[in-house]
C-alpha cells in the first residue's frame, strides 16, 4: 500500500449529519453497511457521553477511516473504522438519548460584552475574556444552550480518506487498527476474512432458519451470537472438531482460510434452511436452538444425507428423530453430561456430536426392527383370519377410511387397547383417554399420518406389538 493512498480531510459534524441523510447513491454519502463491522450499539450512555464531551471541549478523538473509492467489494465511502463514533454523535442530534449523569461540564472562553452586545477592553486595550462553565449531564441535544449546540455541530473530526486500495489492504488496515478494541474473536475473525468472506456469513446469519427461531437478548446481539454460530458450524462440519469457543473460532480463520469457500458457507446455508422446515416449530424447541446444540444439529444432518443416499433412512424417520430428539434425546444424561460446564470444550463437544449420532443409528433401527415384527405378526394374523374368516361378508367395511375391522388380528390387538382402558368401541370413537395416548404417541415421534377420526388413529395403533401399545399405555 502506497503512503500517498491517504489523505487527510476535516469534516465539522454538521457536514457529516448532511452526508449521513443523504439517498443511496448521492455524491460523498457515507456507507455504514460492510460485512466485517460490528453492529452499531456496541458502546454505552458513558462513552457516548464522553465523545460528545471531547468534541465540544476540544479533546482529541481519533481520526474516521473511510474507502474513498472503494474497492471491489466495498462501496465508495463505506466507514471501516469509526462506525460507533458517528452513529453515536448522529444519535444525540436526533435525540435518541440523553448525556449520561456522570458527565463534565464544558467549560470554555469566551469575549466580555456589555449590554448593548459592544465587547469590553482592560486597560491596555485588549478584549476581555471570560472563562464559563456550562453543565451538560443528563441533557438532551435539544436542551443544550444554542451555543453549545452549535459549538458541537461546528466541531471539526479527522478523515482519513483511502483512495485505490485492494479488500485485502483493507482487512490488514482494519485488523489493526481494532486490535487494542474490545473485539470477540468473532468479530476479529470477521475483520480477519476480509468483506466478502465476511458477507457470506452475514447472509447465511439473514436466513430462514435464523429469522424465524433465534430470539436474541441486546447482548447476544452485540456479540454477533448469530455470525459466533455459524463459524461454530463451519468447524464442526468440516471436521475441525476442536474447541469451539471464540479465542479458537479466530485461530480456526487463520490457520483454515481455505474451508471459506462458498460452496462449503452455502451449503451450511442449505442445511439450516432445511431443519427450519424438519425441526417442530414451537418455543420448547426453540429455545433450545442456541450456540450450544445447532453446530451439533449441523454436523448430525451431515450423518442424516449419508444415510438417506445409503438408503438406511428415508426423510420421515429423520423428522420422526428430531421430534423425539427434542422431546427426549437432548434431555438424556448421557448428553447433558456434555452439554454443561464447558460446552465450547473438545472433548464436550465430540461427545455431544457421538451421543446424537448413536441416538439417531439406534431410533431409526428401532423404527425398522418394529416393522419387520409388526409385518410378520399381520401376515399371520391374515392367514389365520382367511382360514377362520372364509365369508368375506362378516367382516366390517370402514367406510371412512377404506380399511377392514371386525373379526381380523388386528381387532383382537385393539382389543387388548379397549380391555385395558376400559372403555367401548363407541366410547373409544370420542374417548378421551384416547386423544391422550394420541398426543403420547405424537410426543414420541409416531404418527406422521393424518388421521380422520379415532377408529383410523385404533387401525394404526393396532399395527404395533402388544408391548408397544402397553407402554404407549402406560405413558398416557
Not at 439517498?23 to 450512555?45: A, H, I, T, V, Y
Not at 487498527?177 to 447465511?204: H, P
Not at 429469522?211 to 448469530?226: C, F, G, T, V, W
Amino acid at each position: 500500500m502506497d503512503r500517498d493512498c491517504i489523505k487527510a480531510a476535516h469534516w465539522s459534524i454538521e457536514r457529516i449529519m448532511e452526508d449521513y441523510k443523504k439517498k443511496p447513491g448521492d455524491f460523498e454519502k457515507l456507507f455504514f453497511d460492510m460485512n466485517s463491522q460490528r453492529e452499531e450499539g456496541q458502546w454505552n450512555s458513558v462513552w457516548k457521553s464522553d465523545l460528545i464531551h471531547s468534541l465540544m471541549q476540544g479533546y482529541h478523538v481519533p481520526p474516521i477511516h473511510i474507502a474513498k473509492t472503494g474497492t471491489k467489494n466495498i462501496k465508495p465511502m463505506s466507514v471501516f473504522e469509526g462506525k460507533q463514533r458517528i452513529t453515536s454523535i448522529r444519535e444525540y442530534v436526533l435525540g435518541l438519548f440523553r448525556l449520561h449523569k456522570d458527565t463534565m461540564p464544558v467549560t470554555f472562553k469566551s469575549e466580555k460584552v456589555d449590554e448593548k452586545g459592544q465587547y469590553i477592553y482592560d486597560e491596555r486595550g485588549r478584549r476581555i475574556v471570560i472563562e464559563e462553565e456550562c453543565p451538560i449531564a443528563g441533557k438532551y441535544f435539544r436542551e443544550l444552550p444554542e451555543k453549545l449546540r452549535k459549538l458541537l455541530l461546528h466541531s471539526e473530526v479527522t478523515l482519513n480518506m483511502y483512495f485505490d486500495l485492494t479488500d485485502e489492504e483493507i482487512a490488514v488496515q482494519m485488523e489493526r487498527l481494532n486490535r487494542q478494541k474490545k473485539f470477540n474473536g468473532t468479530q476479529t475473525a470477521k475483520v480477519k476474512i476480509g468483506e466478502l468472506k465476511a458477507s457470506y456469513i452475514n447472509d447465511i446469519t439473514k436466513n430462514e432458519f435464523f429469522d424465524n427461531r433465534i430470539l436474541l437478548s441486546s447482548a447476544k446481539k452485540k456479540s454477533d451470537e448469530l455470525s459466533k454460530i455459524v463459524f461454530q458450524s463451519l468447524m464442526v462440519y468440516t471436521g475441525n472438531i476442536t474447541n469451539l469457543s471464540n479465542g479458537n473460532i479466530e485461530k480456526f480463520v487463520k490457520n483454515h482460510s481455505e474451508q471459506f469457500d462458498k460452496s462449503i458457507l452455502d451449503k451450511i446455508n442449505d442445511i439450516l434452511i432445511d431443519l427450519d422446515k424438519l425441526l417442530p416449530n414451537n418455543e420448547d424447541v426453540n429455545k433450545l436452538l442456541t450456540s450450544i446444540n445447532i453446530p451439533i444439529l449441523v454436523f448430525n444432518y451431515d450423518k442424516y444425507e449419508q444415510m438417506l443416499e445409503n438408503e438406511e433412512i428415508t426423510r420421515e424417520e429423520y423428522v420422526q428423530f428430531l421430534r423425539y430428539w427434542f422431546k427426549e434425546g437432548i434431555f438424556s444424561s448421557e448428553y447433558v453430561q456434555y452439554a454443561e460446564s464447558t460446552p465450547a470444550n473438545k472433548t464436550f463437544v465430540e461427545g455431544r456430536i457421538n451421543v446424537m449420532e448413536d441416538e439417531l443409528i439406534g431410533f431409526v433401527a428401532d423404527i425398522r426392527n418394529s416393522r419387520t415384527v409388526d409385518i410378520s405378526d399381520n401376515n399371520t394374523a391374515k392367514n389365520e383370519s382367511s382360514d377362520n374368516n372364509a365369508d368375506a361378508g362378516s367382516q366390517i367395511i370402514d367406510g371412512t377410511s377404506g380399511n377392514r375391522t371386525g373379526n381380523t388380528a388386528a381387532e383382537e390387538k385393539n382389543t387388548f387397547i379397549k380391555d385395558y382402558l376400559e372403555l367401548s368401541v363407541d366410547d373409544m370413537t370420542e374417548g378421551i383417554p384416547l386423544k391422550v395416548l394420541r398426543s403420547v404417541m405424537e410426543a414420541g415421534g409416531y404418527m406422521m399420518g393424518n388421521y380422520k377420526n379415532n377408529k383410523e388413529l385404533i387401525s394404526y395403533m393396532s399395527t404395533f406389538s402388544d408391548s408397544q401399545q402397553k407402554g404407549f399405555i402406560e405413558q398416557s
